[in-house]
């Protein structure tokens, strides 16, 4: 039983950056994997990013590439995903979700994933 919890969000500008964490309330092995994905206004929920807690292995999806940075504190229980240069375009809720199953390689298909957080909105302006 894990619930992740985000924090963060809010509004920026384009070009600015945010800084997005989520906390797994519930007991978290290094072996889960974790991810943000996020979901646009009349769109499908996507991958943005995945880490390992087993070791440093992280995943971005096209859009965010050198852009975003995923991030982990295991003493902490939690996962960061720091945005830069951000565009219109990353406007969406962004969920943090958890991959209970130990030693795999993190899935970019959401339908993996098995506890998720409430998200919380991020809201580039042009």
């Known amino acids: 039983q894990v619930q992740p919890v985000e924090s963060g969000g809010g509004l920026v500008q384009a070009g600015g950056s945010l800084g997005l964490s989520c906390r797994a309330s519930?007991?978290?092995?290094?072996?889960?994997?974790m991810a943000w994905f996020r979901q646009a206004p009349g769109k499908e929920r996507e991958f943005v990013a995945a880490?390992?807690?087993?070791?440093?292995?992280?995943y971005y999806a096209d859009s965010v590439k050198g852009r975003f940075t995923i991030s982990r504190d295991n003493a902490k229980n939690t996962v960061a995903l720091q945005m830069n240069s951000l565009k219109p375009e990353d406007t969406a809720v962004y969920y943090c979700?958890?991959?209970?199953?130990?030693?795999?390689?993190?899935?970019?298909?959401?339908?993996?994933?098995?506890?998720w957080g409430q998200g919380t909105q991020v809201t580039v302006s042009s």
């Open positions: 979700a958890v991959q209970a199953k130990r030693f795999v390689i993190p899935s970019r298909s959401r339908s993996e994933y098995d506890y």
């Open positions: 519930g007991r978290t092995f290094s072996t889960y994997a």
């Open positions: 880490i390992s807690w087993t070791g440093s292995n992280t």
